[in-house]
Every structure is written in C-alpha cells, then in structure tokens.
C-alpha cells in the first residue's frame, strides 16, 4: 500500500489460472474479483440510547429504563411504546455503523459499493434524511479504479486506486494508521461466491475488528479551516464537547464536520427520534489581510500562524466588516432568529432580533471587545396594529450608528407606542452608546424586518 496526493493505492498479485472477471455488478458472484474492505475508526462510540428535549438529554441503559421515566412512568402504553422504540434503535444503530466501514466489489470498469449503500437504503426515509450527509457517494470521482494486468506465469496483478473522498468518516486530523481487508474470490455457481483469499487472519465477515491495522507513512494530515480547530463541536446544549468526524478529500482545509448525538425536540417527553443522528457544523474563514483571518461559527482570529480561539463568542457567515482607526468593527445583523432554539417556553417561538458588533484591535496584544449586542423579543410582527412587544433595527452602512424603534404596548392602550434610540460609536472607547432618544414617534412602517442569519 502507497499513497498519492488523490489517495491511497493498494496493489497485490494472485496466483492462480487465469481469471474469469465479473462482466456485471449483478454477476459479481460468478467472476473473479476483488474485494476491499476500509474503515478509519477502530469503534464508532455512540451515546447512550435516548432523546432529548429542551432541558437535556433523556438516556436509557435498557428497554426495562422506560419504565422509570418519570414522564412516561404512569402511562402504561407510552411505557410500551418506549420498550419498542428501544429495540428499534438497537436495529438502527447496527445499520449506523455500518455508515463509518467501506466495501467495493470491484473488477474491470466495475467498482461497487456493497456495505455502507446498502445499509444506508434500507433504513426508513426519515432516518435517511436525519442521516442524509453520512449517504456514500455513488459519483464516478468518489469511488475506487482498478487496474488488472495480466502474470506470465498465471494468475494476475491489480492495483486499486481509491480517493481520499471515497474513504469513510474519519475520526482524526491526522491518519496514521487505518484498518484495511484485501478479499481476491474465483467464481462461484448458483449466486454463491467462489473460493476467496484474504488478508484477514481470522475473517468475520463485515468486522472491523478482523481488518489489518495499517500505517500511513508519511501522516495524512488535513486542517479544519484556516484557523487549524480542534476535531470537535459542541452538544445542541452547548454543554459538553464531542469528538467530530470528517469526511476526507483531496485538499488539505476541511470546512464540514459533524459530531454524533441523540435527536433532539423541544417538548420531546416520550420516546421519538432517532438514537443516535448527527449534527453538522459548516466552518468558513474571511481574510481581512494577508496575515488575518477571522473564522467561524466559533470565533476564531488567526494572526500569521497562531491562532486565537474566542470562547463564547460566534462569528456569522453574514458579518459586514469595516476598517476604523486601530482595528477593525464586525458587525453580525441585524438578523432575525427564534427565542428559544427548541420552540420552547413562552413565546419561544416568537421572533427575535439580534444585533452585534464587535471591535478586532489591530495589535494582537489588545483584546477583543464587545462594541454592542441586544436582542429585541417580536411578539407581534405587524407594525401598525401591534398589539404586543415589537421592533425594528437598522444600522448604518459605514457601522457607525444603530437605530432601533422598539414597541410596548401600554396597560391602557390597545396599540403599541413606539421609541426611536439612536445608539453611535465611540471610537476612544469602541462602545456603542444613546446619541438620541424619541418618545412616541411614528411606526417605522417603512423598516422591514431584517433577514435571517445566512447558512455558511
């Protein structure tokens, strides 16, 4: 086994008589041809099988843990229901893994996928679609060639060539090492595979755990953005950190990862979902000069070659920045969000609208600083009859003013009254501050709410 900058390549040769290649995918049994097993991850951990809502995880050790729920406990048939949902899990999370292992099939002009496809179509279409980005590719780019030449002395030599974008989920930045099976058969009869030789000492079929352990020399190694993030994201709580996978490529700068947790629903109480999904994360990075880069969603500031990661603090895809004396303002909105991310709570459905600058010094040794940041609850959308909390946010093209009309609806009005703040930038502090107030004006009628924040 080698690798190349386009991937890995694996080349053997058998001895026998000549071969009899598979002319088909359907008759793969009935010629010679061989099969190459690949997996990245030794185990694919999983959580414990569960839900979640919108205070946190609900974990079951076994199907009789249904019965102890408190949620669920006093209802004879959600306790049932949990019993059976347990069981199917325990059927999905074997096609699950299956998702992380490849195996093609392959002989002249013929390479086929055998393993993780089939795992992946005979899951339900909502399980398919929670799952949709672990689906292996089927392009012609994505999977394996072979080469077959014949030995003078029988039998034949191949060498397969297989894209990093063909390979599993990766684990880690840095491949050392992958598991690796190499089966070459004969032809069989009556739909039954021939005689085969393996690599496997002891093969269980479809086991990684019989694959041979080996090392990549020199180390494959790729880099989360520009910024170099660790392989991890956060829980949908943003309460514990996950180990993260990747699907690995030709280039060396990955922006998608995704981590494996149990669904999530706001007012999820009984057993639903599936256990596990994944949740994928989109990274991107904005140069704003040849030795500065900012990168998100977590904030990110790469200076030359190191890197500062800013705890707490998101960066959109859709900031406007603009240079000013000493740095740099990054404006993130006005956009329009949700009150609560799982729908949850009063009005956690409703609207929101979010706005935040941020002023990047232009000497590394300065911290970052928190210009603005506010949060209007829309309760009721329309502007001229509103009859509950609303708001509209504007700010300036050169970032410097922020105006915000903000309605409350008094106890003895039926209609909202509407202020105007005017809110300027202070270049000696970098604080956004009130530079005018207006009491009772006119309904910003012609403010549109903004738009939402854009995907990377």
Not at 180 to 193: A, I, R, T
Request: aromatic share 10%; charged share 20%.
């Amino acid at each position: 086994m080698a690798q190349s900058a386009d991937g890995l390549i694996i080349a053997a040769r058998v001895s026998g008589p000549a071969p009899n290649f598979a002319k088909a995918a359907a008759d793969m049994a009935a010629g010679d041809h061989v099969e190459l097993w690949v997996a990245l991850a030794d185990e694919v951990a999983l959580p414990e099988v569960g839900w979640g809502n919108q205070f946190g995880p609900v974990l079951l050790e076994s199907a009789d843990a249904c019965a102890k729920n408190d949620d669920i406990a006093d209802d004879a048939n959600a306790v049932a229901e949990c019993r059976t949902w347990y069981m199917e899990q325990q059927a999905y999370r074997r096609q699950f893994r299956k998702l992380f292992v490849r195996q093609w099939q392959l002989a002249p002009a013929l390479a086929v996928e055998t393993f993780a496809r089939p795992a992946f179509a005979q899951m339900s279409p909502e399980a398919r679609e929670k799952i949709s980005a672990l689906a292996p590719s089927a392009a012609a780019a994505d999977l394996p060639t072979v080469r077959f030449a014949p030995v003078a002395d029988g039998g034949y030599g191949f060498e397969v060539a297989v894209p990093w974008s063909a390979l599993p989920p990766s684990p880690t930045l840095d491949l050392a090492r992958l598991r690796l099976m190499l089966d070459v058969f004969s032809p069989g009869s009556d739909g039954k595979y021939g005689p085969f030789s393996s690599t496997a000492a002891e093969r269980k079929y479809a086991e990684v755990a019989t694959m041979t352990v080996l090392r990549l020399d020199p180390v494959r190694h790729w880099r989360l953005s520009d910024c170099g993030y660790p392989l991890t994201a956060d829980d949908q709580w943003g309460e514990q950190t996950l180990p993260a996978y990747f699907f690995p490529l030709a280039g060396e700068v990955l922006r998608d990862i995704f981590v494996i947790e149990n669904d999530v629903a706001g007012y999820q109480y009984t057993a639903g979902g599936y256990s596990p999904v994944i949740t994928p994360t989109r990274l991107f990075s904005q140069r704003l000069t040849p030795d500065l880069v900012l990168c998100g969603p977590p904030f990110a500031v790469r200076r030359s070659s190191q890197t500062r990661f800013i705890d707490e603090l998101t960066l959109s895809p859709g900031a406007r920045v603009k240079a000013v004396n000493d740095g740099w303002l990054i404006a993130q909105g006005p956009f329009v969000g949700q009150a609560n991310r799982f729908g949850s709570g009063a009005c956690g459905a409703c609207p929101t609208i979010s706005l935040q600058v941020l002023f990047l010094p232009a000497a590394n040794s300065s911290p970052l600083v928190v210009a603005f940041n506010d949060t209007w609850l829309i309760e009721d959308e329309d502007v001229k009859e509103a009859g509950g909390r609303n708001a509209r946010v504007t700010l300036s093209d050169d970032l410097m003013t922020i105006t915000a009309w903000e309605g409350e609806v008094p106890d003895d009005q039926p209609k909202a009254l509407w202020t105007r703040i005017r809110k300027c930038y202070d270049g000696a502090k970098h604080l956004f501050a009130d530079c005018a107030r207006e009491e009772n004006v006119k309904p910003p009628l012609d403010i549109p709410m903004p738009p939402e924040e854009p995907a990377p």
